[in-house]
């Protein structure tokens, strides 16, 4: 059982930064791959960053590739997505997740453990 707690969201102008924590609790937490979505409202929810069960390895959405930034500290159990140069379009609701698997994936049903959501507002 993982169970994982999302923090560091807010209100933001655009062009400013942010990063989102996600703490995990659970003995698994650092044999499995980590990632990031976020839902729009009216929108369904989509990938945005994944990291390796080692931090070695990081995929990114081409919507934020070289603005967003994803790692984890095994360590600390904890995984972290810093967000700058924001935009807009990045507002949604942000949410962590663990995958069934240590390498990394896109896919939402390969993932099974998933945090409450952290509100990320950006504004114009």
């Known amino acids: 059982q993982v169970q994982l707690v999302e923090s560091g969201g807010g209100l933001v102008q655009a062009g400013g930064s942010l990063r989102l924590s996600c703490a995990a609790s659970?003995?698994?937490?650092?044999?499995?791959?980590m990632g990031w979505f976020r839902q729009a409202p009216g929108k369904e929810r989509e990938f945005v960053a994944a990291?390796?069960?080692?931090?070695?390895?990081?995929y990114y959405a081409d919507s934020v590739k070289g603005r967003f930034t994803c790692s984890r500290d095994n360590g600390k159990n904890t995984v972290y997505l810093q967000m700058n140069s924001l935009k807009p379009e990045d507002t949604a609701v942000y949410y962590c997740?663990?995958?069934?698997?240590?390498?990394?994936?896109?896919?939402?049903?390969?993932?099974?453990?998933w945090g409450q959501g952290a509100q990320v507002t950006v504004s114009s």
């Open positions: 659970g003995r698994t937490f650092s044999s499995k791959a």
């Open positions: 997740a663990a995958a069934i698997t240590a390498r990394i994936t896109i896919a939402r049903h390969e993932y099974n453990y």
């Open positions: 990291v390796s069960w080692s931090g070695d390895n990081t």
